[in-house]
């Protein structure tokens, strides 16, 4: 964790003298800094403020932390999130002659590349659970993407749609989205939804999905290329524009963005549509038709309690989400994107939603599905997306898809099967 | 200009900024270490009548001058406790703090320091050579004591903030207090400090006010000038180098005030426009300034990762 | 406006339910006021006097006759009004620190409307000088609300330092051109331009019925239009708001400035109900007090009144000591200051920490 206004040196050095030390030369800890760093070939200008630097240097800087402060066991969390290919080679050039000279080196990583071009030894995880252990030699990348995805047995549930000739309802042309950090997020993607069409968007949490679904929402504005429904031009437009346009939107986060918990059911049932000037006569809120909806709309879903007014956040997960897709869907849009619709729910729960969101499709409406969960995905979409580093590494119909396919496309092995 | 004028509006500008000056030192202190204290004015206060009550039962400037300490750390236990602690919202804390202060020190002056009360204040010094610069002598250089710590503090408090550890990591806890607390600092602990630290040095600022200027405590004697130096910190980035130019400026608006009416070019302006100066140039560096932005974590109590 | 991260966890402003009173316990609210009581008391002890006979000439200072109680009720209208024009701007998680500012700023303006326009009748008189205290204080709240949305500005540091602006324009008025000969006021302001009494032989004036009506209003307000919803949604979640398709930047601004109306209504009922002149130190505090009138409510509106209350008690209660006993009339601060400081402390009042 590096604090951005401060410099190289100033990060490194943070916590390693005690706070009653009255003598902090700038040019000695630089000095310190730039020495530790010719040791282990990180080569950072220290006093540079972190702020200013490429995040592939931010990375590296974090390392020069560890290695200052004496470790000799690093544990990396996604090291190479926002790399490119040159800078991860740089820096596994450092992590190779770290463990040369007997540092211990753990990366946590979901990229399969960098896991073949780099470990000794490999140990994968899913859903918590130790599934595979291997040292070099003894595994290869096909191994290592179905352990990482399982067996994902598709389950035909819905009947995918066959092509039609109809143009995409949404429209997403060579989109660049930036993330927080001012890397590029979303890296020129283009695809399309058609009306009655789900497309699921794959790919492992990080490469770029919450930018997207944000700049498809009005939330971020894409840095280039467009966004057009329904023939109009959406790129930068609003929330409210989007919802006005028959544009729904269901995100990841509901307790952040979909739900406001302290106020009613009621309130959040109708939050957009007040927005967008309904449920007002006279300059006050007709309270009644709101009530009166919402419990029509409770019925509906099977919210409960059936309670209008009782404040949102006193519900359940499940029936939280209910509440929200209760809202977006009864807009009967014509572009819905959504993701995550089943994040913290039980069977039943996940089984309406899904159920829902099929109902939906027939009801001719354009669904974009982001989704971590794989077997959803595969029983849901009639297309599906795998993004990777913010670009489209895989696109099919998903009756031509393996799970194997996809998995490699999750990890980054370009090139299906 | 006259020389005379001149002369007297540099003096009384030297004066009259000291308070805003030790203000803003503690202040900014608080402020890099991620509190945003709106109860300055009150600890400004507590400190004047801490110097006031010390004045009167002892006589002596020099033990008044240190009563500014328990004034301020008084002030610091409980807003610390408050700010730091409790982790009660910041700003609404340090406006009833304000009210606090001065219901406390209105009640306590009205109980104890009324009628016959001792008035004397640190008499200027003249500096030896300096003295005799024209304008400039008889002014900037003959100055109460506190008024030549004051400007002699500004590169101590420098020095305190960018050159020390203490100062670094401070500084880094207003910004990150998460990073800081991974790299094993104790935040709570050291916002402890350097909000005691700062509190004492505006006690201070209300004490020198006291002590230099009026030699006795009235009710509500500080008058906004603790929110003066909320507005210095924030317009001189928290550097005490500038500060100390930012605190001239409010001093020399407050002279002007006085000396305008004779210089007839001015005469015509009324005195309240050199009062609402200092203000309204507040207001339009804080909107027109974008990097004129607190310390990321200021103001926002922290929650240690091990509670959350 | 891009996304960004929140480095700290927020805490959540709790505003009740409809079934909730506004403190998280009425136990620790009343514990709370207790505490400060005994606090307090210890200091007057400390003072030298008693502090139950203290406490006893505050109520009686108050409440004890009916000119007393009349008193107390026309310190209450200003707080009612401050503690309104805190509150909106609250609800939307905006802190409005300019109640004293924006209550100037339309008591200046009703005075030099009254003293300007005295062609018109006094009633007409009487009505435009209110109304353009009311938009003056409006105004003075949307420099502010403007400020942070257009410029991002720091809004507690804005309406601050806006407040010492408004005094010293009121110096101005006060000193200048509109000056009276003898004492430090303006001219008073025409005989018939005047808020009616409404309880004999008291001071009690229409202000009163007028600071009520706007509790009412901005009850009706929050709760019962769309405008209400969007404050209190950005309040509560700013993001989620946004995405429900809010515009939070003009909800930000009509909040600052319906604050600021009603803290011009204040400043205008007091100059021409009682001062009949706008008088230096016109507002004793009130628009600080107002802020912890605002929070006792839970910023409710009509909890406002009750609050508004309690805090004019204190206040003119406290007057009250000096004459009986040989107490600072200060002492009202002190309680009332410690009272809320109290809630605060014990997390009966739970705040969302400001964000730059």
């Known amino acids: 964790m590096l604090v951005p206004q401060f410099t190289v040196a100033e990060n490194v050095v943070l916590g390693s003298k005690p706070s009653w030390d009255m003598n902090l030369r700038r ?23 972190v702020a200013t630097l490429p995040i592939d240097v931010q990375q590296r800087v974090e390392i020069l932390k560890l290695l200052y402060r004496g470790a000799t066991t690093l544990i990396l969390d996604e090291p190479t999130a926002a790399l490119g290919p040159a800078e991860i080679e740089q820096l ?5 002659d770290l463990s040369a000279s007997g540092h211990s080196v753990v990366i946590i990583t979901h990229k399969l590349s960098e896991v073949m ?3 000794d030894r490999v140990t994968v995880l899913r859903q918590g659970k130790v599934v595979k252990v291997a040292a070099r030699g003894s595994f290869n990348a096909e191994d290592l993407a179905v352990a990482m995805v399982g067996h994902a047995i598709r389950e035909v549930t819905s009947t995918p749609r066959g092509s039609d000739d109809e143009g995409a309802t949404l429209d997403v042309r060579e989109l660049v989205v930036t993330g927080d950090k001012g890397h590029v997020a979303v890296d020129r993607v283009s695809f399309g939804v058609r009306a009655g069409e789900i497309v699921g968007v794959a790919g492992v949490e990080g490469n770029g999905q919450v930018e997207l679904a944000q700049a498809l929402s009005g939330l971020r504005r894409p840095a280039a290329g467009s966004l057009v429904i329904g023939g109009r031009d959406m790129t930068s437009a609003d929330p409210r524009t989007l919802h006005r346009n028959g544009v729904s939107i269901i995100t990841e986060d509901r307790l952040r963005w979909d739900l406001i918990p302290d106020l009613t059911v009621a309130e959040n049932l109708a939050l957009s549509s007040v927005a967008s000037g309904g449920y007002a006569r006279a300059g006050l809120l007709r309270r009644r038709a709101m009530r009166g909806a919402a419990e029509r709309l409770m019925d509906e879903y099977g919210i409960q309690p059936p309670i209008p007014l009782l404040p949102a956040g006193s519900l359940s997960g499940g029936n939280q989400q209910k509440l929200v897709l209760a809202r977006e869907l009864s807009r009967n849009p014509r572009v819905l994107v959504v993701a995550q619709p089943t994040r913290g729910l039980d069977v039943a729960a996940s089984e309406f939603v899904h159920r829902r969101l099929l109902q939906l499709r027939e009801e001719n409406c354009a669904i974009l599905l982001f989704s971590l969960d794989l077997a959803e995905l595969l029983a849901l979409s009639d297309r599906i997306i795998v993004l990777y580093r913010g670009r489209i590494a895989h696109q099919g119909d998903v009756r031509d898809l393996t799970t194997t396919d996809v998995a490699r496309a999750m990890a980054g092995m370009s090139g299906a099967a | 200009m006259d020389s005379a004028i001149l002369t007297a509006v540099l003096g009384s500008a030297a004066t009259v900024m000291i308070p805003v000056l030790w203000a803003s030192y503690g202040e900014a202190i608080g402020e890099e270490a991620g509190i945003l204290n709106i109860g300055v004015e009150g600890v400004m206060l507590v400190g004047a009548f801490g110097a006031a009550f010390g004045l009167q039962h002892t006589g002596s400037l020099s033990i008044a001058a240190l009563m500014a300490i328990p004034s301020g750390l ?14 009660t ?3 609404v804390t340090g406006i009833l703090f304000n009210l606090l202060a001065l219901g406390a020190t209105t009640a306590l002056y009205e109980q104890y320091l009324t009628g016959a009360g001792l008035i004397n204040t640190f008499t ?3 500096l030896p050579v300096l003295s005799n610069i024209p304008i400039l002598g008889p002014s900037i250089f003959t100055q109460a004591i506190p008024t030549y710590a004051a400007f002699l503090a500004a590169p101590v408090v420098y020095y305190l903030l960018r050159h020390t550890w203490f100062g670094l990591y401070l500084r880094i806890l207003g910004e990150r207090p998460d990073a800081g607390e991974s790299s094993g600092l104790n935040v709570q602990g050291l916002r402890w400090a350097a909000f005691a630290i700062g509190c004492v040095l505006v006690a201070f600022g209300g004490a020198s006010l006291v002590l230099v200027q009026t030699g006795g405590f009235v009710a509500d004697i500080t008058s906004g000038q603790g929110f003066i130096a909320l507005a210095v910190v924030i317009l001189c980035r928290w550097n005490p180098l500038w500060i100390v130019a930012g605190a001239a400026l409010f001093g020399l608006a407050d002279a002007l005030q006085f000396q305008m009416q004779t210089v007839s070019q001015l005469s015509s302006v009324p005195r309240d426009v050199w009062l609402a100066v200092p203000y309204v140039v507040t207001i339009v560096a804080v909107a027109v300034a974008r990097r004129s932005q607190y310390p990321a974590a200021c103001g926002v109590p922290y929650v240690s990762g091990a509670e959350a | 406006m891009s996304v960004t991260d929140e480095v700290q966890p927020r805490a959540a402003l709790r505003q009740p339910s409809r079934w909730e009173l506004p403190f998280g316990s009425i136990a620790t609210s009343i514990a709370s006021l207790l505490a400060a009581l005994v606090l307090t008391g210890i200091v007057i002890l400390v ?13 009686s200072g108050a409440l004890g006759n009916p000119y007393n109680t009349g008193l107390t009720l026309m310190v209450a209208t200003p707080l009612i009004l401050t503690g309104l024009a805190a509150a909106i701007p609250f609800s939307a998680r905006v802190w409005n620190i300019g109640g004293e500012g924006q209550l100037y700023a339309g008591a200046i303006a009703s005075v030099l409307v009254a003293l300007t326009f005295t062609g018109l009748g006094a009633v007409p008189l009487t009505i435009l000088s209110i109304a353009c205290g009311i938009l003056a204080g409006g105004f003075w709240g949307a420099i502010g609300g403007a400020l942070r949305v257009f410029a991002g500005a720091n809004e507690v540091i804005v309406t601050l330092m806006l407040n010492f602006v408004a005094l010293t324009v009121a110096d101005y008025v006060i000193t200048g051109p509109w000056a009276q000969n003898i004492s430090p006021q303006t001219r008073n302001i025409p005989k018939g331009v005047t808020l009616p009494t409404i309880w004999p032989h008291t001071a009690v004036d229409l202000g009163l019925i007028l600071a009520v009506i706007a509790a009412g209003i901005v009850f009706v307000l929050m709760r019962r239009t769309p405008l209400g919803l969007a404050i209190r949604a950005c309040g509560f979640n700013p993001d989620a708001a946004r995405l429900a398709g809010f515009s939070l930047g003009s909800i930000i601004m009509t909040a600052f400035a319906i604050g600021g109306a009603c803290a011009g209504l204040a400043g205008a009922i007091l100059v021409i109900g009682v001062n009949r002149a706008l008088v230096p130190d016109i507002s004793a505090n009130y628009g600080y007090i107002g802020i912890a009138v605002a929070l006792i409510a839970g910023l409710r509106p009509l909890w406002i009144l009750p609050g508004a209350l309690l805090f004019a008690i204190i206040t003119v209660g406290g007057n009250n000591l000096t004459a009986s ?32």
């Open chain 2, 74 to 87: 008084i002030c610091a236990l409980v807003l610390g406790y408050l700010y730091i602690n409790r982790g």
């Open chain 3, 47 to 59: 003072l030298g006097a008693n502090p139950i006979q203290a406490y006893g000439a505050i109520l």
């Open chain 1, 92 to 96: 596994f050039v450092s992590l190779r």
């Open chain 1, 27 to 49: 040019g000695d800890i630089e000095n310190d800094v730039r020495a530790v760093g010719e040791k282990f070939g990180i080569r950072i200008d220290p006093g540079q403020r």
């Open chain 3, 325 to 356: 006993s040989n107490i600072s009339t200060s002492v009202s601060l002190i309680i009332e200051a410690i009272f809320v400081i109290f809630l605060l402390a014990f997390r009966v009042i739970r705040l969302q920490e400001a964000t730059s």
């Open chain 2, 124 to 126: 200027p010094i003249p």
């Open chain 2, 89 to 91: 919202n910041q700003i």
């Open chain 1, 117 to 119: 071009a780099i470990a």
